[in-house]
């Protein structure tokens, strides 16, 4: 059964509105004034205790819980032409994509208390691969100007261990997360084909131990990270820059039998 805290912490404010005091010449008078005024005490803090019990047990609840599952695995299928778009001429890209994901074993538990939060995840055996293709035929102005956009992305890992600790309120806060893959193999493709653009980006990386930490601050809106990176056993190297919509990064990584690299990221 659910309680509603807030509705009982009312109740209790409007029987402690009940309480008036008066004086009486007569004893017998004054003391069933005070009778009742111990009884109107008593049922507000049967209301008042109820509310703390029902919020002790729900952090209780939320505080610390765990969860694992066997052999799970997904599908995720995706279409979207936007026809009625289409036959309007309007900027809509029209897109079709999909999405795997198998995991022998998926476990993790998570911790949760006013100023603290940590979550950890583990999977066994994981297997990830997704691919997206967007096709944009028209500007803004409606004008006749097609865009091709493909993307590709698999990965295989022995073992996936994450960590993240958040410390702090919504609005001032620093977080903590870390990751660690034994046994990785991840390869991904990108192109873009247009008027205006011809590009294509492939990526491949293998790596016996691979493992990566991020610390980020947020202060009143603006946010600051660095993620730094490292492998063993490892080839395959990144560069990276962008810049948009008030936030900008900038990371590289290199690295053959040992690899290191870095991720500087800002939002303002």
């Avoid at 309480?19 to 009778?35: G, I, N, P, W, Y």
């Avoid at 008042?48 to 209780?60: D, H, P, V, Y």
């Avoid at 799970?72 to 026809?83: I, R, T």
């Avoid at 097609?146 to 022995?158: D, E, K, N, R, Y």
């Amino acid at each position: 059964m659910d309680i509603d805290t807030s509705l009982c912490r009312q109740y209790a404010g409007r029987i402690h509105a009940l309480r008036s005091q008066f004086f009486f010449t007569e004893r017998v008078l004054a003391d069933r004034h005070q009778t009742i005024l111990a009884q109107i005490e008593s049922l507000r803090q049967f209301f008042l205790n109820m509310a703390n019990q029902a919020e002790a047990n729900e952090n209780r609840r939320l505080s610390m819980s765990s969860y694992s599952s066997l052999g799970n695995a997904s599908v995720d299928p995706d279409l979207d032409l936007h026809l009625f778009s289409q036959i309007l001429r309007k900027d809509v890209p029209m897109s079709v994509g999909a999405s795997f994901g198998a995991s022998y074993l998926h476990t993790g538990s998570s911790f949760r208390a006013k100023y603290l939060e940590n979550t950890n995840h583990v999977d066994v055996g994981n297997a990830q691969a997704s691919g997206e293709c967007s096709l944009n035929l028209w500007t803004k102005d409606k004008k006749f100007d097609p865009s091709l956009s493909l993307s590709a992305q698999v990965g295989v890992s022995l073992l996936d261990v994450s960590s993240r600790t958040k410390i702090g309120t919504d609005r001032i806060n620093a977080a903590l997360n870390l990751s660690g893959s034994v046994g990785t193999a991840k390869a991904s493709a990108s192109a873009v084909l247009s008027r205006h653009e011809q590009s294509f980006k492939a990526q491949a990386h293998v790596a016996a131990l691979e493992g990566e930490a991020k610390l980020a601050f947020n202060i009143f809106g603006v946010s600051v990270s660095l993620t730094t990176s490292g492998s063993l056993m490892s080839a395959g190297a990144d560069v990276s820059y962008e810049h948009k919509n008030r936030e900008w990064e900038f990371g590289a990584k290199l690295g053959f039998i040992a690899g290191l690299g870095f991720k500087l990221n800002v939002k303002y």
